[in-house]
């Protein structure tokens, strides 16, 4: 079992930069995937990153590749989000999710994932 909890996000103006975290506890942390996820107002839940357990592989949605960059601490059990450029529409609530398997599913479904954040609010004005 593993347990997520976010860092407090921020309010920023376009072309700012903000840094999430998520630290995690429980059961063999390291050999969980792990992802965020964020989700605006009226909108559906989308996948923005993924590192793949015990590697420093990485995945990323196109809309945010080349401006955030995903890493893990496995000595601290933090998951940490960089996020650089922000423009408005990274407008939303961010969440930290984890996950031992997918059995078939694919890495942006939310369906997949067995442990949530409670998430964290981040707020991109132009």
């Known amino acids: 079992q593993v347990q997520l909890v976010e860092s407090e996000g921020g309010s920023v103006e376009a072309g700012g930069s903000l840094r999430l975290s998520c630290a995690a506890s429980g059961y063999a942390y390291s050999r969980y995937y792990m992802a965020w996820f964020r989700q605006a107002p009226e909108k559906e839940r989308e996948g923005v990153a993924l590192i793949y357990p015990g590697r420093t592989t990485t995945s990323y949605a196109d809309s945010v590749k080349g401006r955030f960059t995903l890493s893990r601490d496995n000595a601290k059990n933090t998951l940490y989000l960089q996020m650089n450029s922000l423009q408005p529409e990274d407008t939303g609530m961010y969440y930290c999710?984890?996950?031992?398997?997918?059995?078939?599913?694919?890495?942006?479904?939310?369906?997949?994932?067995?442990?949530w954040g409670q998430g964290t609010q981040v707020t991109v004005s132009s």
């Open positions: 999710a984890a996950v031992y398997g997918y059995g078939g599913k694919r890495w942006t479904d939310p369906t997949a994932y067995d442990y």
